[in-house]
């Protein structure tokens, strides 16, 4: 199935708890790809469930974040676009960083 990351994070951004979000696909064991959102929280007792109940009432259930990671903000273009490769490249970066 074809997820749009656009539309995964205007549903996650409408929830009253949530500043804003980004999406991206991260390799998953049961399907080639799972949605992971990450969130800057307006509300700081918002939590991942939170998250996920709310988006699996918007979206179909393949589009719902199977992970959600909280973060204080997000990188951002000079213009303010956020930079999803930045966060899709994190988790390679810091394995390589590990591994030498």
């Known amino acids: 199935f074809k997820v749009y990351p656009n539309e995964v994070e205007e549903v996650i951004a409408s929830h009253p708890g949530v500043l804003e979000c980004a999406v991206i696909g991260v390799p998953d064991a049961k399907s080639t790809e799972a949605v992971k959102a990450f969130v800057v929280k307006k509300d700081p007792n ?37 930079l999803r490769r930045e966060l899709r490249d994190e988790k390679p970066k810091a394995a390589a960083a590990a591994a030498s």
């Open 46 to 82: 918002l939590t991942a469930q939170d998250v996920i109940k709310f988006a699996s009432t918007e979206l179909t259930g393949y589009n719902v974040p199977k992970h959600v990671e909280f973060r204080t903000e997000l990188p951002k273009t000079n213009v303010g676009k956020i």
